[in-house]
Nanobody, 121 residues
Framework: QVRLVESGGGYVQPGGSLRLSCAASGSIVSVYTMGWYRQGPGKERELVATITRDGVTNYADSAKGRFTISRVNDWNTVYLQMNSLKSGDTAVYSC???????????????WGQGTQVTVSS
């Protein structure tokens, strides 16, 4: 069974920084694209950033210049460094990953349970 576990959420004042981590574990053969999504109060879930196994990144316009996604393939871990946080960044942040496990021929999409980020003064 494959699991994604996030950590690093919390409460921060506007202008502050947080670093989220997400580690995949289980019967993993390969981890392909990993990403971060968020769902703010009363909003639909939206893309924040993704990163391929080769390190190619993609960011939502709202994240460009403030957030940085990275990963360590040997650890099956993805990070999201968030700087210059605004109140509008308040949301539950969830990581996702396309993972091939030992029972699958191809990759399946997995989600973490989410971590709350609250930006407020």
């Amino acid at each position: 069974q494959v699991r994604l576990v996030e950590s690093g959420g919390g409460y921060v004042q506007p202008g502050g920084s947080l670093r989220l981590s997400c580690a995949a574990s289980g019967s993993i053969v390969s981890v392909y694209t990993m990403g971060w999504y968020r769902q703010g109060p009363g909003k639909e879930r939206e893309l924040v950033a993704t990163i391929t196994r080769d390190g190619v990144t993609n960011y939502a316009d709202s994240a460009k210049g403030r957030f940085t996604i990275s990963r360590v393939n040997d650890w099956n871990t993805v990070y999201l460094q968030m700087n210059s946080l605004k109140s509008g960044d308040t949301a539950v942040y969830s990581c996702s990953a396309v993972i091939r496990d030992v029972a699958a021929r191809g990759g399946n999409l997995y989600w973490g349970q989410g971590t709350q980020v609250t930006v407020s003064s």
